[in-house]
């Protein structure tokens, strides 16, 4: 998967986010879809986590976006780890 010019995979973020609602998660699924031209994204929420999701491609876990809302701005940040071995392919 690449990214597109200008795309951040991840920054820092302020501590306080509010709930991921179920309306976000569908905003989140169709960006990321479109963003990386690829159908088997999907985005869904976390087991014991309100304010952030996880995101999958397929079954696999690639990553999890935080929710951030402050001085009454909403933004939300994608980090995703990979490991040295996923560069070997």
Do not use: H, W
Request: proline residues 2%; aromatic residues 10%; charged residues 30%.
């Amino acid at each position: 998967m690449t990214l597109p010019l200008g795309c951040q995979v991840s920054c820092c973020v302020s501590a306080e986010g509010g709930a991921v609602t179920k309306d976000e998660l569908s905003k989140l699924e169709a960006y990321f879809r479109r963003l990386f031209g690829n159908g088997a994204i999907s985005v869904r929420g976390r087991p014991r986590k309100e304010d952030s999701a996880e995101v999958f491609v397929g079954e696999e876990f690639i990553g999890v976006i935080f929710r951030d809302e402050e001085d009454q701005e909403l933004s939300y940040n994608f980090s995703m780890a990979i490991l040295d071995y996923d560069l070997k392919a």
